[in-house]
């Protein structure tokens, strides 16, 4: 099983910042990662798929980039909107795998 | 456009059985593989399993085997995910999520084991 490992756990940062976001697989992913959005109680949003690629409707200032294990999400300004859980997913191999999560929250 | 309903919420006493239905709409339900992920409270995503709506085809995570039986009715464009011998540990929102690229999630069905 393909292992994620996202980090930081947790990032503080302002509105307006700069969020970066990493995701680590333990073996070649083939660009099969997304990235996903999710608030308290609601069910995660896609917002990256195959590495670089943004998801109907997603504002231009989240972006991905990456390739073969390592993988990084990144959102240019903060929008008060985007303090949420950030996970990274694969599915290159079965079973899908999924990493722990990065906590964006208001510093 | 794509869409899935999940079934309601349920709550059930230990040792019991739960069945969670997922109603696909806005696509052909035979293309896709379909998925169910398990959320405990304030944890992460765990993949459990999918099927091929088209043969009926399954594979579940080693962890789920043996308790988790996922089927489907074409008719209806339905699938199911049961499990079976609840406990405590399986209070978690359970979440259907279509495969492919631009994977679709259902809404999630909160399924509470208390005695």
């Known amino acids: 099983e393909i292992v994620l490992t996202q980090s930081p756990a947790t990032l503080s940062l302002s509105p307006g910042e700069r969020a970066t976001l990493s995701c680590r697989a333990s073996?070649?992913?083939?660009?099969?990662l997304a990235w996903y959005q999710q608030k308290p109680g609601q069910a995660p949003r896609l917002l990256i798929y195959?590495?670089?690629n943004r998801a109907t409707g997603i504002p231009a200032r989240f972006s991905g980039s990456g390739s073969g294990t390592d993988y990084t999400l990144t959102i240019s300004s903060l929008e008060p909107e985007d303090f949420a859980v950030y996970y990274c997913?694969?599915?290159?191999?079965?079973?899908?795998?999924f990493g722990q999560g990065t906590k964006v929250e208001i510093k | 456009q794509v869409h899935l309903v999940q079934s309601g919420a349920e709550v059930k006493k230990p040792g019991a059985s739960v069945k969670v239905s997922c109603k696909a709409s806005?696509?052909?339900?035979?293309?896709?593989?379909m998925n169910w992920v398990r959320q405990a409270p304030g944890q992460g995503l765990e993949w459990m399993g999918r099927?091929?709506?088209?043969?009926?085809?399954?594979k579940y995570a080693q962890k789920f085997q043996g308790r988790v039986t996922m089927t489907r009715d074409m008719s209806i464009s339905t699938a199911y995910m049961e499990v079976s011998g609840l406990t405590s540990d399986d209070t978690a929102v359970f979440y259907c999520?279509?495969?492919?690229?631009?994977?679709?999630w259902g809404q999630g069905t909160l399924v509470t084991v208390s005695s």
């Open positions: 999520v279509t495969n492919g690229a631009t994977a679709i």
């Open positions: 806005g696509y052909t339900f035979t293309d896709q593989y």
């Open positions: 099927i091929n709506p088209k043969s009926g085809d399954t």
């Open positions: 073996q070649s992913v083939r660009s099969y």
């Open positions: 195959d590495a670089s």
């Open positions: 997913h694969q599915r290159s191999n079965w079973p899908w795998t």
